[in-house]
Every structure is written in structure tokens, then in C-alpha cells.
């Protein structure tokens, strides 16, 4: 299963960037979907993530009312729209599809992973 994220790029600090991720329909319309993401030297984190529905949402405390994570249900997409980037949040972004359809921050929870995204936030 591929999983195409998009949208990284280097941004300055209190700037934006939206992320999109394509799922196959197949593997995602009844899962829930996530954002993590891995900063270099640093153990894999949890970012947001998305109920099969989009009618639930979880973030993690670093980017809770900066980030939104959203879904397109009919285009399978999931986006990750952050807003007043820090430097910290600098990092490979990646999606995953749970496999189940409420959303969860474990990483074992997730199923399905696709490649990454870099995001790089200069102060």
C-alpha cells in the first residue's frame, strides 16, 4: 500500500505549510488517519490524527492550535495544515492509516505508512 505525502518544503519561522496525503480508498475509508513525524536524532512523534469520518481529531500538546488535520472522504486525502511553524517543529512528516477508525496516537496502532515529507522551519 502507498501512502504519497506532499507539500514539505522550508519555511521561516511563523510561517505555513499544508501537507497532503493520498491513501488508496480501499485501505483508508474506514480508518482513521495520522500525522508523526521524526526530527533528526529523535525518537518517531505523534502529531494530529483524524477519525474515518473526519468528526473527531486528536493533537498532540507541542502543536495543539497551531496544526489541523482534516480529510477529504470522498478524494481520499488527509491534510495536515500548520500554521506559526517553529523551528522545533522541523522534521520528516509522515502519514499513516490506522487500523481502526477512531483515531489514536500509538504508532503500533497504524497500519499503513508512506514515505515522508521534509518540513524545515529556520528561525
Known amino acids: 500500500v502507498q501512502l504519497q505525502a506532499s507539500g514539505g518544503g522550508l519555511v521561516q519561522a511563523g510561517g505555513s505549510l499544508k501537507l497532503s496525503c493520498t491513501t488508496p480508498?480501499?485501505?483508508?475509508?474506514?480508518?482513521?488517519m495520522s500525522w508523526f513525524r521524526r526530527a533528526p536524532g529523535k525518537e518517531r512523534e505523534f502529531v494530529a490524527a483524524?477519525?474515518?469520518?473526519?468528526?473527531?481529531?486528536l493533537y498532540a500538546d507541542s502543536v495543539k492550535g497551531r496544526f489541523t488535520i482534516s480529510r477529504d472522504y470522498g478524494s481520499n486525502v488527509v491534510y495536515l495544515q500548520m500554521n506559526g511553524l517553529k523551528p522545533e517543529d522541523t522534521a520528516v512528516y509522515f502519514c499513516?492509516?490506522?487500523?481502526?477508525?477512531?483515531?489514536?496516537?500509538?504508532?503500533?496502532?497504524?497500519?499503513?505508512w508512506g514515505q515522508g515529507t521534509q518540513v524545515t522551519v529556520s528561525s
Open positions: 499513516a492509516i490506522n487500523r481502526r477508525p477512531v483515531p489514536q496516537s500509538q504508532p503500533s496502532e497504524y497500519r499503513y
Open positions: 480508498r480501499r485501505t483508508s475509508s474506514n480508518n482513521a
Open positions: 483524524v477519525s474515518w469520518n473526519g468528526s473527531t481529531t
